[in-house]
């Protein structure tokens, strides 16, 4: 029997300052509406001006008493990066949580993968999510600490053809969430990656329109027969930040249908 997804109520979020890079749309957005839901204050960024804008319309008309903020940026500008995290600070007296769902896709055979798209991919999935770690942890330290939730893939945690730039980037998503929840554990600071597998977003839409994913294909090659949808990675997202996971850092998280359990 299929079961539909049904939302929970998770403690310990209500008024907790957010920054939530991506946020705009997609997995990102889907995770500002999660953690608005519960009460917390958002600061969205991302570099689309107009899908800020938009984003934080359709979240004060669905929550009117959310507090909800934009600034527009680039992960990969430490002085984007950096002003970001201070409006947070200015604005809610604090950041208690960083989501990172800033990223791209790269799917190229490597045979054709010009070097400049490699760097591209890691400088936004891997370096952005470091720089925005960084800056934002230099703030839980000097706090009450905090959580950092990654957004890596499954992709970062298993192989897949004709993604060598986006896999090595997610990848090291993943060992950096590693180091970094030992490190900064003595602080009080979380961290966590999330790995979504196939997500029905524009993102995923889009490659399907261009003929790059198969969805009938990724449909019966995952266990559970679909894709899954933003909602259900924000889902975890919200339980991750929440006092309800303080004992779990420096884990790789799937949320991914069962398609790596599959095998090849």
């Not at 370096?127 to 990654?150: E, K, P, S």
């Not at 790059?212 to 266990?223: H, M, N, S, Y």
Request: aromatic share 6%; glycine share 10%.
């Amino acid at each position: 029997m299929t079961r539909e997804f049904v939302p929970a109520t998770y403690p310990g979020l209500a008024g907790r300052a957010v920054l939530n890079t991506g946020g705009a749309k997609g997995i990102g957005y889907a995770m500002a509406e999660a953690f608005a839901r519960h009460g917390a204050y958002l600061l969205l960024m991302d570099m689309d001006g107009d899908a800020l804008a938009q984003a934080a319309t359709r979240l004060r008309a669905a929550y009117p008493d959310a507090k909800v903020e934009t600034y527009q940026g680039s992960v990969t500008d430490e002085a984007d990066v950096a002003a970001a995290c201070a409006t947070c600070k200015d604005v809610y007296g604090s950041l208690d949580i960083l989501l990172t769902n800033a990223g791209i896709s790269m799917n190229r055979p490597s045979i054709d993968l010009s070097l400049a798209d490699w760097r591209r991919a890691l400088d936004v999935n891997l370096t952005g999510a470091f720089i925005c770690a960084q800056a934002a942890a230099r703030l839980m330290i000097a706090g009450d600490g905090g959580v950092i939730l990654n957004t890596a893939s499954m992709w970062g945690l298993a192989a897949s053809a004709n993604r060598a730039a986006y896999c090595a980037s997610k990848a090291g998503v993943i060992s950096l969430t590693e180091v970094l929840a030992d490190e900064w554990a003595a602080h009080g600071i979380r961290v966590n990656a999330i790995c979504p597998g196939y997500i029905r977003s524009d993102l995923t839409k889009e490659l399907i329109a261009q003929g790059k994913l198969d969805l009938d294909a990724i449909e019966k090659r995952t266990p559970q027969g679909r894709m899954g949808t933003p909602e259900e990675v924000a889902e975890m997202a919200v339980y991750l930040a929440s006092d309800a996971a303080v004992f779990v850092t420096g884990h790789a998280h799937l949320s991914d249908g069962g398609f790596l359990a599959r095998g090849f």
